[in-house]
Nanobody, 116 residues
């Protein structure tokens, strides 16, 4: 049974930082590209960042470039999202996913709330 479990979300002040983690089990982690998405209240789920299987390349949505960093540890079956200089627009539920086409797995999400 595949599980993706996100953690690290919390209430933080604008300008602050958080690191999200997503621990994977039940799959060959190093065979999957990993990503982070987010969904704010009343909005569609949107792409945030992704990292390839080896971890040597990463991709970011424009709103988070220069502020967020995605990384992975294939020994620990975990992907991370370091978020710096947070603002209120970053408030959302953050989801990680694992992709090995055509298969995609999703976690349950972790809430990030940024207060001004």
């Amino acid at each position: 049974q595949v599980q993706l479990v996100e953690s690290g979300g919390e209430l933080v002040q604008a300008g602050g930082s958080l690191r999200l983690s997503c621990a994977a089990s039940g799959l060959a982690f190093s065979d999957y590209a990993m990503g982070w998405f987010r969904q704010a209240p009343g909005k569609e789920r949107e792409f945030v960042a992704a990292i390839i299987k080896s971890g040597s390349s990463a991709y970011y949505a424009d709103p988070v470039k220069g502020r967020f960093t995605i990384s992975r540890d294939n020994r620990k079956n975990t992907v991370y999202l370091q978020m710096n200089n947070l603002n209120r627009d970053d408030t959302a539920v953050y989801y990680c996913n694992a992709v090995r086409s055509p298969i995609t797995y999703w976690g349950q999400g972790t809430q990030v709330t940024v207060s001004s």
